[in-house]
């Protein structure tokens, strides 16, 4: 069945709800029940529509086999990072807070974006607690951190493990060094500017209590260690890639779905074995990752048809050129999860005429693959809900009583004058 523009309604208006709930109804908006009464209001409708017209199929993959395991793989970080507590104080110095993020460009790569946000957002709001212009530090981590540090292995961003099932190798995406080392280290400096400037406007008094507040750092809840190694290698090698059983079309559902089973049982054990003072120390609690959970349910159901819309117009699109491919997959991914949007791009890419010499790699050109990969993960972080670790770390930043700018506001002060003149010096340079 062709899917009618109007389809589309329903994941422009959860989007829009997004964006100016805060603006019109900050108080009611906070309340995570009316985010799921949002949700149900446009998915359920939605979902009705794709069954009568027989999508269910469709719709049934989108949220069985793509909302639960990326929701389940979120609560395992989520869970497992808030046990590990970062005692002490440091300086926030321009110098450390560079180091942290430099620190989560690593990470992001080894542990995925989320388990690296989760990780390091906690002891980055504790050391610049005392400071009052910290806002910056906050969407330069969403960039840094949250997306572009991602970009080194199928680990790092979910658009790249897709991309891993479809064929390519494990290690193709250490090709990618280069431009992820570039756009990383071009944020870096342009942060550490940044926070010099703010940091010489902080009021001495702020800053002499920084100083005099200084403790030594401790780790506890070191047992999460052992359980955010165990999350990567669950994602790593618990895959039909390893696994032939888990992608066979007939496999109960409990084979397909072996993954979330474990991570599960992960979430279970770091909840029994983490002493609660750790958990309460982190001022851990659910209302993030029920916000992400509530909010996505809504996204997932009604960006179904628009996916489809998207695969039905693909071929029609003209794309042949790596810049293009760049472009298209970095804008659908800065509003749709980027995830699918790398596989959809993948289909358009894989539906062209093969170049002779051209390298293939997953059954396309490689440069292609290439353009696909960093434009998914670079430009997730566009908007807050480009990748699933924004909304997380800016609902923890909230929790602190940091201001994080609107959902409009997030892109005009900061996205489109930052992140985007990076990547276009990004694609210019290797694209």
């Given at each position: 069945?062709?899917?009618?523009?109007w389809?589309?309604?329903?994941?422009?208006?959860m989007?829009?709800?997004?964006?100016?709930?805060?603006?019109?109804?900050?108080?009611?908006?906070?309340n995570?029940?009316?985010?799921?009464?949002?949700?149900?209001?446009?998915?359920?409708?939605?979902?009705?529509?794709?069954?009568?017209?027989?999508?269910?199929?469709?719709?049934?993959?989108?949220?069985?086999?793509?909302?639960?395991?990326?929701?389940?793989?979120?609560?395992a970080?989520?869970?497992?990072?808030?046990?590990?507590?970062?005692?002490?104080?440091?300086?926030?110095?321009?110098?450390?807070?560079?180091?942290f993020?430099?620190?989560?460009?690593?990470?992001?790569?080894?542990?995925?974006?989320?388990?690296?946000?989760?990780?390091l957002?906690r002891?980055?709001?504790?050391?610049?607690k005392?400071?009052k212009?910290?806002?910056?530090?906050?969407?330069f981590?969403?960039?840094?951190?949250?997306?572009?540090?991602?970009l080194?292995?199928?680990?790092?961003?979910?658009?790249?493990?897709?991309?891993?099932?479809?064929?390519?190798?494990?290690?193709w995406?250490?090709?990618?060094?280069?431009?992820?080392?570039?756009?990383?280290?071009?944020?870096?400096v342009?942060?550490y500017?940044v926070?010099?400037?703010?940091?010489?406007?902080?009021?001495?008094?702020?800053?002499?209590?920084?100083?005099q507040?200084?403790?030594?750092?401790?780790?506890?809840?070191?047992?999460?260690?052992?359980?955010?190694?165990?999350?990567?290698?669950?994602?790593a090698?618990?895959?039909?890639?390893?696994?032939?059983?888990?992608?066979?079309?007939?496999?109960?559902?409990?084979?397909?779905?072996?993954?979330?089973?474990?991570?599960?049982?992960?979430?279970?054990?770091?909840?029994?074995?983490?002493?609660?003072?750790?958990?309460?120390?982190?001022?851990?609690?659910?209302?993030?990752?029920?916000?992400?959970?509530?909010?996505?349910?809504?996204?997932?159901?009604?960006?179904?048809?628009?996916?489809?819309?998207?695969?039905?117009?693909?071929?029609?699109?003209?794309l042949?050129?790596?810049?293009?491919?760049y472009?298209?997959?970095?804008?659908?991914?800065?509003?749709?999860?980027?995830?699918?949007?790398?596989?959809?791009?993948?289909?358009?890419?894989?539906?062209?005429?093969?170049?002779?010499?051209?390298?293939?790699?997953?059954?396309?050109?490689?440069?292609?693959?290439?353009?696909?990969?960093?434009?998914?993960?670079?430009?997730?972080?566009?908007?807050?809900?480009?990748?699933?670790?924004?909304?997380?770390?800016k609902?923890?930043?909230?929790?602190?009583?940091?201001?994080?700018?609107s959902?409009?506001?997030?892109?005009?002060?900061?996205?489109?004058?930052?992140?985007?003149?990076?990547?276009?010096?990004?694609?210019?340079?290797?694209?």
């Amino acid at each position: 069945m062709e899917i009618p523009v109007w389809a589309l309604i329903p994941f422009v208006v959860m989007l829009l709800c997004i964006a100016i709930g805060p603006l019109v109804a900050e108080h009611w908006w906070e309340n995570n029940k009316n985010k799921l009464i949002v949700s149900l209001v446009l998915g359920v409708p939605t979902a009705i529509w794709l069954c009568l017209n027989g999508m269910s199929h469709d719709l049934m993959h989108q949220m069985i086999f793509d909302y639960i395991p990326f929701i389940i793989l979120l609560t395992a970080l989520f869970t497992v990072t808030g046990g590990i507590h970062l005692s002490g104080d440091i300086p926030a110095k321009p110098s450390v807070n560079t180091l942290f993020l430099g620190i989560g460009l690593i990470l992001a790569s080894i542990m995925g974006t989320t388990g690296a946000a989760m990780l390091l957002i906690r002891p980055l709001i504790e050391t610049n607690k005392e400071r009052k212009n910290k806002v910056h530090t906050i969407l330069f981590f969403i960039a840094i951190v949250a997306n572009c540090g991602g970009l080194l292995t199928p680990l790092g961003d979910p658009p790249l493990f897709l991309l891993y099932l479809k064929g390519a190798p494990f290690t193709w995406f250490l090709n990618l060094f280069v431009e992820w080392a570039f756009a990383g280290i071009l944020l870096l400096v342009i942060y550490y500017f940044v926070d010099s400037y703010c940091y010489k406007q902080e009021k001495k008094e702020d800053l002499i209590k920084d100083f005099q507040r200084v403790k030594p750092l401790r780790l506890s809840g070191n047992i999460n260690f052992l359980y955010l190694a165990a999350i990567v290698c669950a994602v790593a090698f618990i895959n039909p890639g390893t696994i032939p059983a888990m992608g066979e079309e007939h496999a109960p559902i409990y084979m397909k779905l072996l993954r979330e089973i474990v991570l599960i049982g992960i979430i279970l054990a770091s909840l029994f074995t983490t002493s609660k003072k750790v958990r309460e120390d982190n001022k851990y609690s659910w209302g993030p990752i029920i916000e992400v959970a509530v909010l996505f349910l809504g996204i997932f159901a009604t960006m179904t048809p628009a996916l489809l819309f998207l695969k039905e117009a693909a071929p029609n699109l003209g794309l042949t050129e790596s810049w293009q491919f760049y472009y298209c997959t970095g804008a659908l991914s800065s509003f749709l999860d980027n995830a699918p949007t790398a596989l959809a791009f993948h289909s358009v890419a894989s539906g062209l005429p093969v170049v002779e010499g051209a390298t293939m790699v997953a059954g396309i050109p490689e440069i292609l693959l290439k353009a696909i990969s960093i434009g998914a993960v670079f430009f997730g972080a566009m908007t807050y809900i480009g990748n699933g670790p924004n909304f997380m770390v800016k609902a923890i930043a909230e929790e602190n009583k940091i201001e994080m700018p609107s959902f409009f506001g997030y892109m005009i002060k900061f996205s489109l004058i930052v992140l985007l003149p990076v990547y276009i010096i990004t694609q210019l340079i290797f694209l």
